[in-house]
């Protein structure tokens, strides 16, 4: 078979960044964006463009991350497109004026509504794990919002980076919206730059550089973070379906997932047959082994696969599923391990790879006690149990979104808010939440001439007849 040649990353150079944000805010200030037929006509070509290069998507999703067609096809290429098609027909209704509820009779006369006003020019700064969506989603929300905007993605996955380089110059106006490729010195220049919106998904560390910086110039922020999510099985719950549920969780993406669940508290009970059932899936899944299966992906560098190994070396705990690796090949089977302590390293620190820490607890009240003083403000949580045991958690806990029965399914759903809380982020999008994140609500009345004789209690001098009205 032909190999599929790629665009080649190339790092903008810094001495252009500063023109390209100027160009971008002068498109603005000509208000280029604001008739709803242009981005309509935007989000139209970006679905066409995103099908027409499907093969060069898949092709650098496969050589960065070693991802699955059928996953890149899945949370990629038809994520993306489907949010444009959603997007596109659902703009009128979402730009409408909106009627503000409980206003007093008497100032409905002054037709009070509120506007959907784009907030400016935007930068949005993306992840590695997920290229395209997580570049290409807050894109689909700034362009229905009438925003323009500059996309950095991840230079960590520099074939997709460059992909989507060639994907959004070929269907977008290039006036309105542009990537800047790079590493820290590029994004630092850009958040130099005046911004009127910044949407960053990463860490939670450098989503604290974007905080303060943003800070200096009082630009509003949406911040997607880390996750260090807590999955609790009680001894109630079904373990086969929650050990394959949660295994999933850990295997897409090689569980270079932010939502995907960091450690699993379950019931000393439970632990002899979870970790059978975690066995019998991990075979059905691969079963000539995750290494040889071309559905199973692979750690995007060495410096994330050092990190990993290193994870691996210091936990104090006991490997009961998988462990094998190969630097060689960035390979990390899946691997479940039984930790004895929440100071575990494994329990501690975000893994973001396909690493299953389960601590054993007594009981559901100790595991939402360790939950919660592991991280109080999770992005997700996960609860496997009794229907009163799964909300018994709900109401005890709190994080991002939650899913009841499964790992992360609540990420999943394109027309559901997705965000943190806390410090695993704030601010939401997908479906109408992209949208108005990009949106100034604008409340706006109109007073008639004609009413000014009812108005005349307003004005100075304000003497004891108009007091006493
Ligand atoms: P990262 O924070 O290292 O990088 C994200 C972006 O920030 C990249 O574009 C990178 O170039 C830029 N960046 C890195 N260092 C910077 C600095 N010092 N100054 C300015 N910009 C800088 O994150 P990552 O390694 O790409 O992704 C992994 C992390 O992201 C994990 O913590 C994961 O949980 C989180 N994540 C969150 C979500 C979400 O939706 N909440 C989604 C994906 C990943």
Same mark, same amino acid.
């Given at each position: 078979m032909a190999t599929i040649e790629l665009p080649s990353f190339k790092h903008t150079p810094l001495d252009d960044i500063a023109s390209t944000t100027s160009q971008l805010r002068a498109s603005f200030l000509s208000h280029k964006t604001r008739p709803l037929e242009f981005r309509i006509q935007q989000l139209r070509k970006l679905y066409w463009a995103l099908k027409d290069n499907e093969a060069l998507i898949s092709e650098a999703c496969k050589r960065d991350l070693g991802k699955p067609s059928f996953e890149t096809y899945l949370v990629e290429i038809s994520w993306c497109m489907n949010d444009c098609v959603f997007m596109a027909n659902n703009l009128k209704r979402f730009a409408k004026d909106e009627k503000p509820q409980d206003i007093p009779m008497t100032n409905m006369l002054m037709g009070p509504r509120i506007r959907k006003d784009p907030l400016g020019t935007a930068l949005i700064i993306g992840a590695y794990n997920f290229p395209f969506q997580l570049s290409v989603g807050p894109l689909i929300g700034a362009i229905a919002a009438g925003c323009t905007a500059v996309v950095k993605p991840s230079e960590s996955a520099p074939y997709a980076a460059a992909v989507l380089e060639k994907v959004l110059a070929e269907s977008l106006d290039p006036s309105c919206y542009t990537v800047i490729q790079g590493a820290i010195p590029e994004t630092t220049a850009l958040l130099d730059q005046k911004w009127d919106k910044i949407f960053y998904t990463g860490s939670e560390h450098v989503g604290k550089i974007i905080a303060k910086k943003a800070a200096e110039t009082l630009t509003p922020i949406t911040l997607e973070l880390g996750g260090r999510n807590p999955a609790i099985i009680t001894k109630h719950a079904d373990p086969k379906l929650a050990a394959k549920r949660l295994l999933w969780a850990k295997t897409l993406n090689a569980g270079q997932v #932010? $939502?995907?669940? +960091? #450690?699993t508290f379950i019931d000393r009970e439970m632990v002899p047959a979870f970790i059978r059932e975690m066995q019998n899936a991990l075979n059905e899944f691969y079963p000539n082994g995750a290494r040889a299966s071309p559905d199973y992906g692979r750690i995007v560098n060495e410096r994330q696969f050092a990190r990993l190994k290193k994870m691996l070396d210091s936990t +104090?705990? %006991?490997? $009961? $599923?998988g462990g094998t690796m190969d630097e060689s090949d960035l390979f990390i089977e899946p691997t479940v391990v039984q930790v @004895?302590?929440?100071?575990?390293p494994l329990v501690a620190d975000?893994?973001?790879?396909p690493i299953l820490p389960i601590l054993p607890v007594t009981d559901l009240d100790e595991a939402i006690r360790i939950a919660n003083s592991v991280h109080d403000t999770p992005l997700g949580t996960y609860a496997f149990g009794t229907k009163a045991e799964m909300e018994k958690i709900l109401n005890q806990t709190r994080s991002g979104g939650a899913s009841l029965n499964d790992g992360?399914?609540?990420?999943?759903?394109?027309?559901m808010p997705f965000g943190g809380v806390g410090t695993s982020g704030q601010g939401a999008y997908r479906g109408k939440a992209s949208f108005d994140v990009f949106t100034h609500r604008r409340s706006v009345t109109t007073t008639p001439s004609w009413i000014e004789g009812l108005l @005349? $209690? %307003? =004005?100075?001098? =304000?003497s004891l007849k108009k007091q006493k009205k």
């Open positions: #932010c $939502v995907s669940q +960091n #450690c +104090n705990g %006991r490997i $009961v $599923v @004895d302590s929440i100071s575990d975000e893994s973001f790879g992360f399914f609540h990420a999943s759903i394109p027309t @005349d $209690v %307003r =004005y100075p001098p =304000y």
